[in-house]
T-cell receptor, first 110, second 115 residues
Framework: EDQVTQSPEALRLQEGESSSLNCSYTVSGLRGLFWYRQDPGKGPEFLFTLYSAGEEKEKERLKATLTKKESFLHITAPKPEDSATYLCAVRSTGFQKLVFGTGTRLLVSP | DARVTQTPRHKVTEMGQEVTMRCQPILGHNTVFWYRQTMMQGLELLAYFRNRAPLDDSGMPKDRFSAEMPDATLATLKIQPSEPRDSAVYFC?????????????FGQGTRLTVV
């Protein structure tokens, strides 16, 4: 059964203090690892898809990386508006569904 | 600006009542997902459709939940009868399957409270 574990559960940073969020996964065959951002009261917003180990993608202050067992979401010089819950999900071979982790709640203080 | 539209945004109902949630997927998308989100369980897949055909509804309690796609512009999730444990936020997401890749785009959700 596909599993996704995210850590830490919560992270508090000062504005400008860079850090990384972790997503560990086990799947029968990875067909994609997805990162989403979710603000309170809203639906998850798509950020990135990674398909193979060694792949990296960037968007503004965020960079996602992928290995065979985990993915990292690096946040460089975060701002208060980066505060949100970041969700990781995987899709495995033969399935269209995404299996989600429970997320990391990020709070960036000014 | 293409987006997934869900109605209603909020629903409060009494235990035993029927609840219907609706979703309009992004035009052209051929895959629709229904997820439920709670604090304890996070996002759980209830069902998903491809080209309007149900592919997997193993996440749904079959005795009370049903999901359908009457046409390409409408997906519905129905609970009958509703129970307090069904209280959660229900999300619909849609995606376009091309070459085996699917990126799902979520609606704003329906917050259901069963009292």
């Amino acid at each position: 059964e596909d599993q996704v574990t995210q850590s830490p559960e919560a992270l508090r940073l000062q504005e400008g203090e860079s850090s990384s969020l972790n997503c560990s996964y086990t799947v029968s065959g990875l067909r994609g690892l997805f990162w989403y951002r979710q603000d309170p009261g809203k639906g998850p917003e798509f950020l990135f898809t990674l398909y193979s180990a060694g792949e990296e993608k960037e968007k503004e202050r965020l960079k996602a990386t992928l290995t065979k067992k985990e993915s990292f979401l690096h946040i460089t010089a975060p701002k208060p508006e980066d505060s949100a819950t970041y969700l990781c999900a995987v899709r495995s071979t033969g399935f269209q569904k995404l299996v989600f982790g429970t997320g990391t709640r990020l709070l960036v203080s000014p | 600006d293409a987006r997934v539209t869900q109605t209603p945004r909020h629903k409060v109902t009494e235990m035993g009542q029927e609840v219907t949630m609706r979703c309009q997927p992004i035009l052209g998308h051929n895959t629709v997902f229904w997820y439920r989100q709670t604090m304890m369980q996070g996002l759980e897949l209830l069902a998903y459709f491809r080209n309007r055909a149900p592919l997997d509804d193993s996440g749904m309690p079959k005795d009370r939940f049903s999901a359908e796609m009457p046409d390409a512009t409408l997906a519905t999730l129905k609970i009958q009868p509703s129970e307090p444990r069904d209280s959660a936020v229900y999300f619909c997401a849609s995606g376009l399957v091309t070459g085996g890749q699917t990126e799902a785009f979520f609606g704003q959700g329906t917050r259901l409270t069963v009292v």
